[in-house]
Structure formats: structure tokens, C-alpha cells
């Protein structure tokens, strides 16, 4: 099998996991407000192992299992394009991140390119959602917060818990889960 033929099995294997991992969150839903995004790691694991445009598309389609699976309906009922603009954009954008982050250190030392790459994946789905929350979504924010600053509401209560546990998550597996797909192909 030739180079780009794993390419693009491996990113379908990979988006059909993410679609996977975001319907399963949406039925857990752990947390009160949104689901933990277990997605992050499929999508930097793609970004590592297939490049940077695999892991832009493994996070526009974790953006259309978000719009799809109803984890963004608080925002679609406030402004539906903003909304949707907003879950596709950010996911794009942290899978390209990884992707970049990822190429830019491989070079020098994978564990540590990876490590970085699952860092910033997280980061920008976080500080994407955080800028479209306060471009579009301000003054809904404002009422839910009730007497809550508002930013300490955006941080803490709609990303706090969520984003500390994907991050950690995200740290863990996808170096282990890169290694151990790298390994396998080494021993072939």
C-alpha cells in the first residue's frame, strides 16, 4: 500500500472514530454544560501522523458531529450561522495547529512534536471558542452569568473543568497512541 493510500484510509479510520467519540460524549455528558472532548486525540494523532490538512479536516468534521449531535443547540438558538461558523472554524483550525506545531519540532524530537501538538489542539478549540463566545455570543453570555463576571463565567464555568481535562487527557494519550501506531508500522 502505497503512502497516500494509508494517508487516506487512516484519516477516514480516524473521522469515523471522532464522529464516534462525539456522539458517545454528547450521551455521557459528564459535565454540565458541554461534553469533554474526547475528539481532541484522534484529531492529533491524525495531525501527527498524516500532516496538517488531515488534522484541519479530522477537526471541521469533529465541528459537523458537534453541530449534528445537538452539543451546540444553546448556541444555534442565540445565532445559528455565528454558531455554525464558530464549531466548524474552531475545530479546523486546532487540527491545523496540531498539524503545523507537530512538523515544525518532528525534526528535532517526535515525542516532544507531539506533546506540543496535543497541547495546542486543545488551546486553540478553547481560545477560538472563547473569541467566537465573545464576538457573537456576549450578551447571552452576560445573562446567563447573572451576577457572575462575565469573563470568570466564560472561563471557569462554560471552559474550566472541560478544558483541564481534555488537556490532561489529550497529554497522555496521543503521544501513547502515536508511539504505539509508529511501532506497529515499524514492524511490518
Known amino acids: 500500500m502505497n503512502e497516500k493510500t494509508k494517508k487516506i484510509a487512516g484519516t477516514g479510520l480516524l473521522t469515523a472514530i471522532v464522529v464516534v ?13 458541554f461534553s469533554i472532548s474526547l475528539v481532541l486525540i484522534p484529531i492529533v494523532v491524525g ?18 458531529a458537534v453541530l449534528l449531535s445537538g452539543d451546540a443547540a444553546l448556541f444555534l438558538t442565540v445565532n445559528p450561522i455565528a454558531t455554525i461558523a ?3 472554524i474552531k ?19 517526535k515525542i516532544v512534536a507531539v506533546v506540543a501538538a496535543a497541547i495546542v489542539c486543545p ?3 478553547t481560545g477560538v471558542f472563547l473569541l467566537g463566545c465573545r ?12 451576577d457572575t463576571d ?10 474550566g473543568v472541560n478544558f483541564l481535562l481534555e488537556m490532561g487527557v489529550n497529554l497522555v494519550l496521543s503521544p501513547t497512541i502515536v508511539k504505539l501506531v509508529k511501532l506497529g508500522r515499524k514492524e511490518k
Open 47 to 64: 495531525a501527527a501522523l498524516y500532516g496538517k490538512w488531515s488534522g484541519a479536516w479530522l477537526g471541521f468534521a469533529f465541528g459537523l
Open 123 to 125: 488551546l486553540v478549540n
Open 91 to 109: 475545530g479546523a483550525l486546532a487540527g491545523l495547529a496540531a498539524g503545523l506545531v507537530y512538523s515544525l519540532i518532528e525534526k528535532k524530537q
Open 86 to 88: 464558530v464549531v466548524l
Open 150 to 159: 462575565v469573563l470568570t463565567f466564560m472561563l471557569v464555568g462554560l471552559c
Open 21 to 33: 467519540l462525539q456522539i458517545v460524549a454528547v450521551v455521557i455528558k459528564p459535565t454540565a454544560i
Open 135 to 146: 464576538l457573537f455570543f456576549f450578551d447571552t453570555i452576560k445573562e446567563w452569568a447573572g
